[in-house]
């Protein structure tokens, strides 16, 4: 599977799972847990969604196993963050180190998307195509 595909995918399961999030904490008048819900909504459904456009347009990258690996890393790191800040803001001590350690593991996801983007593949080192007709 492509890192595109898997961004999309996991993009629109996120936002489901953040909407649905947002109607039960309207319903119940419980907003102890918002904060979680925002980084939900901003790493697990723009963040991904973003991270899918980057790749498919940047076939290179798309195709490469290492974006692969980004985009669970991040799929992980956003789920494990989402419910340490959860943990945290509803009264659980112990969400403090789960968001802490989780935070660091989606900034070093961030730090390989940020290489993944930065570095140059092998078709921009051969240098430009000629878009002149050979005669």
């Known amino acids: ?13 996120m936002v489901i799972a953040g909407t649905i999030w947002g109607i039960v904490m ?21 963040s991904l969604f ?11 990258v798309d195709l490469n196993r290492l974006a ?4 669970w890393i991040w799929i992980v790191g956003t789920i494990v963050l989402t ?3 959860g943990l945290a803001h509803s009264g659980h ?3 403090e180190p789960i968001a802490a350690v989780s935070s660091l593991v989606v900034l070093a996801d961030a730090l390989l998307f940020g290489w993944l983007g930065f570095r140059r593949e092998p078709a921009e ?9 050979a005669e």
């Open 1 to 13: 599977m492509k890192a595109s595909i898997l961004s999309f995918r996991a993009a629109v399961l």
């Open 68 to 71: 692969l690996v980004q985009v």
């Open 83 to 85: 419910i340490g800040v």
């Open 50 to 60: 973003l991270f899918g456009i980057y790749y498919h347009l940047h076939p290179a």
């Open 125 to 133: 080192l051969a240098g430009p195509r000629s878009t002149v007709p």
């Open 26 to 46: 309207g319903i119940s008048q419980d907003h102890s847990t918002m904060p979680a819900h925002a980084h939900l909504n901003l790493l697990g459904w723009v």
């Open 93 to 95: 001590a112990v969400g």
